[in-house]
């Protein structure tokens, strides 16, 4: 089974993806993971992505199709894609690597939500200045107002989810996200989930959607 899993930020994409990746027995790849192993174990495409993550400028799309292309040959089982492929290129190297190697994808799912919704939550996080406890005015708040339940330090907004921060962020997001979705949604893989709803509902939502494409095939 190999499944892309797509999601405006604040979606949960990172924690349904483990779940997901447990549950059915296949391998979890995450590109950001999966830099931060290269860099710490030095490889040669490691040291190049450490390069570009020190000058400030974006990783190519061709280095980043590399890296997660020698990630999939090692995944025999099946793997979930989650942060990856980013942009249009990115998806039609995917498909393109893919097809030399005669595989394909079998489902993509997209995890979406309102643009309010993901102000809401992602301007709601905060976290513990003392323990860095995380927590969520929308769907985590702390028993008293900004102090820790665990150790009652003050509660502060990373300057990451300042709401003119989310509001750029989430821009660009949609800029690259748009002819992607596209992209998917001409092909009959394609699946829009709702990201509105509790956490538990979500993966009921994936799972299912995972279950009926495997009686599919
Ligand atoms: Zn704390």
């Known amino acids: ?7 405006c930020p604040g979606a949960g994409k990172g924690t349904q993806s483990k779940i997901l990746a447990a549950r059915h027995g296949i391998a979890h790849i995450a590109t950001g993971d999966l830099f931060r192993a290269e860099i710490a174990a030095k490889s040669p495409i490691g040291l190049k992505v450490a390069d570009y993550l020190k000058s400030g400028t974006l990783v190519p799309d061709s280095v980043v199709v590399e890296m997660v292309a020698g990630k999939l040959d ?3 089982k099946g793997w979930l894609l989650d942060g990856f492929p980013r942009t249009l290129e990115q998806a039609q190297a ?7 190697s005669g595989g394909r994808i079998d489902l993509v799912m997209y995890l979406n939500m309102p643009d309010g919704v993901v102000l809401k939550r992602l301007t709601g996080r905060r ?8 927590y969520n005015l929308e769907s985590r708040p702390s028993q008293a107002e900004g102090k820790c339940d665990k150790c009652g330090g003050d509660l502060k907004q990373r300057e990451d989810d300042s709401e003119a921060t989310v509001r750029k962020r989430l821009m660009v997001y949609e800029d690259l996200t748009r002819p992607l979705v596209a992209y998917y949604r001409s092909e009959q893989v394609f699946h829009e989930i ?7 509902k979500v993966t009921h939502a994936l799972v299912d959607c995972i279950e009926a494409t495997e009686v599919k095939r």
Do not use: P, R
């Open 94 to 100: 995917l498909d393109k690597y893919l097809a030399q």
């Open 74 to 76: 090692a995944e025999g």
């Open 194 to 200: 709702d990201g509105n709803q509790s956490a538990e």
């Open 127 to 134: 976290s513990c200045e003392k323990c860095g406890e995380l």
């Open 1 to 7: 089974m190999h499944i892309v899993l797509l999601g």
